[in-house]
């Protein structure tokens, strides 16, 4: 199959738990298309399926029944070495908690994901700078993050979600834990990662956040319920 601009399409995804004797759905027939460039927020209360739908989309969890297909070739089934291999070289992650290392630098942390590549040092360090210039964050590359603003922080964390140049970039509630001027500016950033090329779906509760999105989709008992662009 040919890739045609599409990054993923979803078609009758199921992942269903067992707790105890009952099945729950987590996620029950959901169809996504996610396209390249597209900026889209997904929302919903607690237990609507959103985490479970972006644990799938990030390869972090494999789906019950249906089809995925990630650029173009169906990922329904595959084994966990390839699952890891796709999340290391195509997708990037952003959370809440920032997930930065306390003892390592900031420009350490950025190029953590390029441990296990054969890429010499300076290369690495390299690349580290321009994504962290990407980000504004280049002067504070010599620093721990527990010498950086919490804004200061998530910047860190997008530009080691850029490091391995990924198609899709996941966030989950990535404004979270920072106050209203820092997550504009968080969420201005994302705004114009998009504009480079970028793919984002995020995760949020926040409708200020969402608004920044072009596409929002909410869920509601593992099902897709609202699908709407502006």
Do not use: C, W
């Not at 996610?34 to 390869?59: N, P, W």
């Not at 329904?76 to 290391?88: F, H, T, V």
């Not at 942390?109 to 990407?134: A, C, F, S, T, W």
């Not at 114009?192 to 779906?201: K, N, Q, R, V």
């Amino acid at each position: 199959m040919v890739d045609s601009g599409k990054v993923f399409e979803l078609s009758a995804i199921r992942r269903i738990y067992k707790v105890g004797s009952e099945l729950v759905y987590a996620l029950d027939g959901v169809d996504l298309s996610i396209h390249d460039r597209e900026f889209i927020a997904v929302t919903g209360t607690s237990g609507s399926g959103k985490s479970t739908l972006m644990h799938t989309l990030g390869f972090m969890d494999s789906p019950t029944s249906g089809r995925m297909d990630f650029e173009g070739r169906d990922v329904s089934a595959i084994g966990r070495g390839e699952r890891a291999r796709l999340r290391a070289t195509r997708i990037g992650f952003v959370f809440q908690a920032f997930n930065l290392l306390p003892k390592l630098t900031v420009l350490d942390n950025v190029v953590l994901p390029l441990i296990y590549g054969r890429m010499h040092v300076k290369d690495k360090n390299e690349l580290g700078i321009q994504v962290l210039q990407r980000v504004g964050m280049e002067h504070r590359a010599t620093h721990t993050p527990g010498q950086l603003s919490g804004g200061e922080r998530q910047r860190v964390a997008i530009a080691r979600s850029l490091i391995n140049q990924p198609r899709l970039i996941l966030a989950d509630e990535p404004t979270g834990n920072l106050d209203s001027k820092n997550r504009g500016r968080i969420m201005e950033l994302f705004a114009s990662l998009m504009e480079e090329g970028i793919t984002l779906a995020l995760v949020t509760h926040d409708d200020e956040v969402a608004a920044y999105a072009k596409r929002r989709i909410r869920m509601q008992d593992g099902r897709i319920v609202e699908d709407s662009e502006k």
